[in-house]
């Protein structure tokens, strides 16, 4: 199962070292006056030793076609893995810029709100879900303080308010006639956005805070 080629260095070393010994066998016959007959013996043919020397410049061919191959191939892996690190590092870089720069401009400028209005980047905006059919006759009170529900009503769309508070927390009441308050506890950070959607729960009789229920028809 030995490579020819192999077979062939090893006998051509052999060779080698049988051609020294006999030269060297040669010359001490050669000083006894016999040297001429010796080497004339023992001298490989030319035919043997060129086949020898094809087979080792054959394997050493092989050899070094396979290792330039392999480092061929080396020689790529690590420059594709430098650029893909070159290429991560740059993404990266490029991500945090975009992100900083997204920030400082939100907190400056503010962020566009669904109804694309500009939300103010020291506020926050709570929407509120109140279609216009069931404001009639209805009381809102943000923090305890009154709003006019016409001021707050959501350009945009018609169906629901728009109230711009600052960071912190919020109380938002709500009243309509018929219907018992509904209450919300919101907290609200700069340029953040929340909606709400109240649920409302018949009461008989039930009337706006604030107000005397009506006499009873006579």
Do not use: C, M
């Not at 076609?65 to 870089?93: D, I, M, N, Q, S």
């Not at 920030?103 to 500009?118: L, Y």
Request: hydrophobic share 40%; no cysteine.
């Amino acid at each position: 199962g030995t490579d020819p080629a192999l077979q062939a260095l090893f006998r051509h070393i052999e060779a080698e070292r049988e051609l020294r010994r006999r030269r060297r066998q040669a010359e001490v016959e050669t000083r006894g006056g016999q040297g001429v007959e010796a080497t004339a013996e023992w001298q490989p043919s030319g035919s043997a030793v060129g086949s020898k020397v094809s087979g080792v410049s054959r394997l050493s061919g092989i050899f070094a076609r396979r290792w330039w191959w392999v480092g061929a191939v080396g020689v790529l892996v690590v420059g594709f893995v430098v650029v893909l690190a070159v290429w991560g590092v740059g993404v990266g870089r490029s991500s945090n810029r975009s992100e900083q720069t997204a920030a400082v401009k939100a907190g400056r400028e503010g962020r566009k709100s669904p109804s694309g209005r500009q939300v103010p980047g020291d506020k926050g905006v709570v929407y509120v879900e109140w279609p216009e059919g069931e404001r009639a006759d209805a009381r809102l009170e943000v923090d305890g303080r009154v709003e006019e529900i016409q001021r707050v009503v959501d350009p945009s769309s018609p169906g629901r308010l728009r109230l711009e508070l600052r960071p912190g927390a919020h109380r938002l009441w709500f009243a309509r006639r018929g219907f018992a308050p509904v209450e919300h506890q919101v907290a609200v950070a700069a340029g953040q956005q929340l909606t709400l959607r109240l649920i409302w729960v018949p009461v008989p009789g039930g009337v706006v805070e604030g107000e005397r229920p009506a006499p009873p028809p006579s």
